[in-house]
């Protein structure tokens, strides 16, 4: 591995020296490094708004996503690809935890009992 900023190489990105060309010159591999800016305000609130919205037709629907596409579509333009992911494990998490709270714990069944 080459340091960055060593031997020419941009201080911005790291490359690895990957053997030689065909004039013998070093070649290099860059890593792009991909500048990711928090979201404004603006667009957390717009994010967290198509969220609740797809959320919501899925209550009125009993989670039948076919009938909430067009907002699934609309939460997925307004957030970030790992907060989409983030909401989705959310979302099933509360639901599992609501249904701990109004049904309580039911082991499953031991297979093969003696």
């Known amino acids: 591995a080459v340091p960055c900023g ?3 190489l941009p201080s911005r990105g ?3 020296r990957m053997g ?3 004039l013998g010159q070093p070649l290099f591999v860059f890593r ?9 305000m603006e667009e ?23 009938k909430c ?4 579509l609309s939460f997925e333009s307004r957030c970030p690809q790992q907060w989409v992911k983030y909401f989705d494990k959310r979302r099933d998490f509360l639901k599992y935890k609501r249904k701990l709270e109004t049904e309580g714990y039911h082991p499953p069944e031991a297979a093969g009992k003696s």
Request: glycine share 8%; charged share 35%.
């Open 6 to 8: 060593v031997r020419g």
């Open 14 to 16: 790291c490359g690895r």
């Open 20 to 22: 030689r060309g065909a």
């Open 32 to 40: 792009s490094v991909a500048k990711m800016s928090a979201p404004t």
């Open 44 to 66: 957390r609130k717009a994010c967290w708004g198509a969220r609740d919205e797809f959320w919501q037709c899925l209550d009125r629907h009993a989670d039948d996503a076919s």
């Open 69 to 72: 596409e067009k907002l699934r």
